[in-house]
């Protein structure tokens, strides 16, 4: 439970992370690295703008969204204890809940009758269904290899890495870039609609909304980051407070990861991340092949 | 072995030329020192000059030769397949289960020494059959043709040191004749056509 607790306050810190680390390759001061947190009491101290075509499945979708991603923080293990809520087959809450943030923020995107939302909102749905595959195959590998179906045990059985759960890790990656909009799908960064993907679907929310949609994709980066983490880092010591250290080192060193190639790579061109989603989902089917041998 | 097949799925979904050529090097390079990695302990003469000549040929010899092709030619750098990168990944991954099948069929005894050597030769030989058939060059298809080889000579590998010296060299022989007369070939083709799409070679010349 602790554990838990400790998510929902580090979670934001990731965010200051990757800025800063951008920052730091740009030769730039940058912001803060509690910037993150900075933002989210701003905005729910601010009022909310509706806008005047919009109707209650906007106003719907920014609580609905944070109540997914706490839900679904609930079944990810962190440092090598097992998650609030463990049970058979919780992998498909997890995949579930992400998939309930995304339905809303998509629909509270076509809600608002914005031309550019909607393109961000369709572009969201044809990725996220390329993605959803590869996280669901992935995951099915380390089931069948580790013989457990629910992901607090199969991760923590998981531990000496083996080359099929280091293809799902490689997946996972190129998953956990698209599902949190970083840079080689999407560019978080940009304010040129044309070319945003989550960004663009947000363009129209505002105070606590904004807020709490900024706080769960904290968390969504948390909770992808994590599953990457407890695959790749065995907890060894069996000291608690130990492991926790070193999985919140390993997150952090992954969002400087990410920093890092962001601020290497350009944006990749909008035809060309399918093919990189198809990649992820090739590597995950290859490991579960390998596993089911 | 495992990164044999890394490779392969590689070659799937590039666009691009040069790094198409780089991977075929790189499957060289490690079939070559796989097989010095599998006899380590009983490493004869023999199977050294077996590791060496297919290390130059095929890690070394093989990229120069198809990279002199592309600048002679003139070729644009971009891969124009008949399938996507998309459904060629998907292909592999069929290719990989077919390979996976066979190997739980073949009768093979205890010859082979690492696990997956087997189902890696065959769908090393799958992906550089599909390369032949998928892509529209014709320097992709002596690429495919390349990938080919490599599938069989990992399964000789897999068969252990028995197969002679000779049957080694030949194949490496032919295969490295076959790059140097289709380098030739894709040159004529070139100045023949102005292009080496395969697909238009059968349309007359106006």
Same mark, same amino acid.
């Given at each position: 439970?602790?554990? @838990?607790?400790?998510?929902?306050l ?14 730091l ?7 803060? +690295? ?47 204890? @097992? ?36 393109? %961000? ?16 195959? %992935? ?22 890495v ?52 900024? @706080?769960?994709?904290?968390? *969504? ?67 579960? /092949?390998?596993?089911?041998? | 072995?495992?990164?044999l ?10 666009? +691009? ?6 991977i075929?090097? /790189? ?15 009983? +490493? ?8 060496? $000549?297919?290390?130059?040929? *095929? ?41 996976l ?45 390349i ?10 590998? $897999?068969?252990? %040191?028995?197969?002679?010296?000779l ?35 059968s349309?007359? *010349?106006?």
């Amino acid at each position: 439970m602790f554990n @838990y607790i400790l998510a929902l306050l580090l979670a934001p810190l990731l965010n200051g992370v990757i800025n800063r680390v951008k920052a730091l390759f740009a030769g730039r001061n940058g912001p803060p +690295l509690l910037q993150r947190y900075y933002d989210i009491v701003k905005l729910l101290r601010k009022g909310t703008v509706y806008g005047a075509s919009t109707s209650w499945v906007f106003r719907l979708s920014a609580p609905v969204g944070l109540a997914a991603a706490l839900v679904a923080l609930l079944v990810v293990p962190f440092g090598g204890v @097992y998650a609030p809520v463990a049970f058979g087959g919780d992998i498909l809450v997890l995949a579930y809940m992400l998939g309930l943030m995304r339905f809303f923020t998509i629909i509270a995107a076509l809600d608002t009758g914005s031309s550019f939302e909607g393109m %961000g909102a369709s572009r969201e749905a044809f990725f996220s269904a390329l993605a959803e595959p590869a996280l669901l195959l %992935g995951v099915a590998a380390i089931a069948c290899k580790t013989g457990w179906m629910s992901l607090s045990s199969m991760l923590h059985a998981a531990s000496p890495v083996s080359f099929e759960l280091l293809l799902v890790v490689a997946s996972f990656i190129i998953v956990y870039l698209c599902e949190n909009s970083r840079i080689p799908i999407d560019d978080p960064a940009t304010h040129l609609e044309l070319t945003m993907i989550h960004e663009a679907m947000i363009l129209d929310n505002s105070g606590p909304d904004l807020g709490f949609i900024e @706080y769960s994709s904290s968390l *969504k980066l948390w909770i992808l980051g994590a599953l990457i983490v407890d695959i790749a880092a065995p907890y060894r010591s069996g000291l608690w407070f130990v492991d926790c250290a070193e999985g919140v080192g390993c997150m952090i060193l992954l969002a400087a990861a990410v920093g890092v190639t962001e601020s290497i790579m350009a944006r990749l061109r909008l035809l060309r991340v399918p093919q990189l989603l198809a990649a992820a989902g090739a590597l995950s089917s290859f490991a579960l /092949l390998l596993v089911l041998r | 072995m495992m990164l044999l097949i890394v490779l392969d799925l590689a070659l799937l979904c590039i666009s +691009l030329i040069n790094t198409g050529i780089l991977i075929v090097g /790189l499957q060289g390079l490690l079939l070559g020192f796989f097989v010095i990695a599998i006899h380590a302990n009983a +490493l004869s003469v023999r199977l050294m000059a077996i590791a060496i $000549a297919g290390i130059a040929i *095929k890690g070394f010899l093989f990229p120069v030769l198809l990279r002199r092709a592309i600048r002679e030619a003139g070729i644009l750098r971009e891969i124009k397949p008949f399938v996507g990168p998309g459904l060629s990944l998907v292909s592999g991954i069929l290719m990989l289960a077919v390979a996976l099948w066979i190997k739980s069929k073949l009768p093979l005894g205890g010859i082979i020494d690492a696990p997956i050597t087997v189902p890696a030769s065959f769908m090393t030989i799958f992906t550089g059959l599909f390369l032949v058939i998928a892509r529209k060059k014709a320097l992709t298809q002596c690429m495919g043709y390349i990938v080919f080889e490599n599938g069989i000579y990992a399964f000789g590998i $897999a068969a252990a %040191g028995d197969i002679p010296l000779l049957v080694e060299l030949g194949l490496l022989l032919d295969a490295f004749v076959a790059v140097f007369v289709m380098g030739i070939a894709i040159y004529r083709i070139n100045q023949e056509f102005d292009h080496i799409d395969a697909t238009e070679l059968s349309s007359l *010349k106006g």
